[in-house]
């Protein structure tokens, strides 16, 4: 009986992208920033900026018409990590309800 040998099945392997960030990049505060979208309604995001970034009612009211007349606004200042945190459970929150609604960091100057 004759031996057979097949050719090596090609894997491919996803790629990972790692984000490496200095020490002193953690502990400088960071700006969220919430962008407008036309279709999540208002209430939602006023209950996002109300339940994960911890606003008062009126300013949550205020950023998010901010946002939905100048097409962003400012959410809150807050170190790099807790910032990533909260963007990311909120836009979670959002994907879970179906909504695009999504935040974006910026060094504060």
């Not at 992208?17 to 939602?44: G, H, K, Q, S, W």
């Not at 994960?52 to 998010?64: I, P, W």
Request: hydrophobic share 45%; aromatic share 10%.
């Amino acid at each position: 009986m004759a031996a057979t040998t097949s050719a090596p099945v090609p894997t491919t392997i996803p790629s990972i992208e790692y984000v490496v960030v200095a020490e002193e990049e953690l502990e400088r505060p960071y700006r969220v920033i919430i962008e407008n979208d036309d279709v999540t309604p208002m209430d939602f995001v006023v209950l996002i900026l109300l339940t994960v970034f911890e606003l008062d009612f009126e300013r949550s009211v205020e950023v998010m018409l901010q946002a939905h007349h100048n097409g962003r606004a400012h959410v809150a200042t807050m170190p790099f990590e807790e910032a990533q945190r909260r963007v990311y459970e909120a836009q979670h929150a959002a994907r879970e309800a179906g909504y695009p609604l999504s935040f974006y960091l910026e060094p504060d100057s």
